[in-house]
């Protein structure tokens, strides 16, 4: 999980700088000045030594890690067919913002997510009633509204940004009062031994170009596939969607329309919960090779 390794990192670069800091205020003096007398070399302890050498190796990880770039995995096909199943791709961090590692708080603010933008998130849970309140979730059923929510990673694209009128009916997308255009491409073509290209196959999806007005004057054309044989998903807005978008929140939607878990299901996506915005697919592992046409495409 995310948020446990950035703990873990966090942790170790605190334990790591305190063992050294000590030993250097504490320590080091003494030890040198006996070594001296003695005519012996100084040796430093073991921990001390680990510790000295990790210490700015860790620092390093984490600061690239929380505050530049981030490798993903996508482990899913919802993102079909941007993003493929074994897609790793890197996140820039602080596209939104600088936030504390581990705990996500925002102390610099850089810029916010705009329509049409693939973002990672942590995984706000589902909206489920309990006593008359809306609770978030770990269980999608709401059988049991007190479940913990799992700390994962999720990416999808944002189609609602705060003060948007969004809606969806079947196949249709509106963003304030404008359906979006979308153009056929053609059938879905992909391999049909692994196992979401077969469902995709199966179920007849078609490809789709988007053209998804990004609300500063441009357009972001990205694709999107149709399987309506395979699932309905709920329309917007819904008993958990406005119609409007609340302030501090997005909506977010995968690229593989019905064949995502996103907005539609568990309602809008808190701004605190992001992570950053992807940008590029570095390798792309099929599970029986490197897929290297993939490696280095730049998402859109």
């Known amino acids: 999980m995310d948020f446990d390794f950035s703990a873990i990192l966090l942790g170790l670069t605190v334990l790591f700088g305190v063992v050294w800091g000590l030993d250097r205020l504490l320590f080091y003096k003494s030890r040198k000045a006996k070594a001296e007398a003695a005519g012996k070399e100084l040796h430093e302890p073991v921990a001390v030594d680990w510790a000295r050498s990790l210490f700015p190796v860790v620092l390093v990880v984490l600061v690239l890690r929380s505050f530049v770039a ?145 609300g500063e004057g441009g357009v972001v054309n990205h694709l999107t596939a149709r399987m309506p044989n395979y699932a309905v998903p709920p329309p917007l807005p819904n008993p958990h969607v406005p119609l409007v978008v609340p302030q501090g929140c997005y909506l977010a939607m995968g690229d593989n329309r019905y064949n995502s878990t996103d907005s539609r299901w568990w309602g809008c996506l808190p701004e605190q919960n992001l992570a950053g915005k992807a940008f590029l697919i570095w390798l792309s592992w099929t599970g029986s090779g490197v897929a290297i046409h993939r490696m280095g495409t730049i998402i859109h």
Not at 100 to 117: I, Q
Not at 124 to 149: F, I, M, W
Request: proline share 10%.
């Open 70 to 214: 981030e490798p993903f995995r996508i482990p899913s096909g919802s993102m079909m067919p941007t993003l493929d199943v074994g897609d790793f791709i890197l996140v820039n961090k602080f596209s939104y913002g600088l936030r504390m590692p581990a705990f996500n708080n925002k102390f610099v603010s850089l810029g916010e997510p705009k329509r049409g933008d693939v973002v990672v998130f942590r995984f706000p849970g589902y909206l489920c009633e309990d006593g008359g309140k809306l609770v978030r979730s770990g269980d999608q059923s709401c059988a049991d509204p007190h479940a913990p929510v799992p700390s994962q990673n999720w990416i999808k694209r944002v189609i609602g940004v705060p003060g948007d009128r969004v809606e969806m009916h079947g196949d249709q997308l509106i963003v304030n009062g404008e359906p979006v255009a979308a153009d056929l491409i053609g059938p879905y073509e992909g391999d049909p031994k692994r196992a979401e290209s077969r469902l995709m196959l199966e179920m007849g999806a078609t490809v789709w170009n988007e053209h998804l007005p990004n």
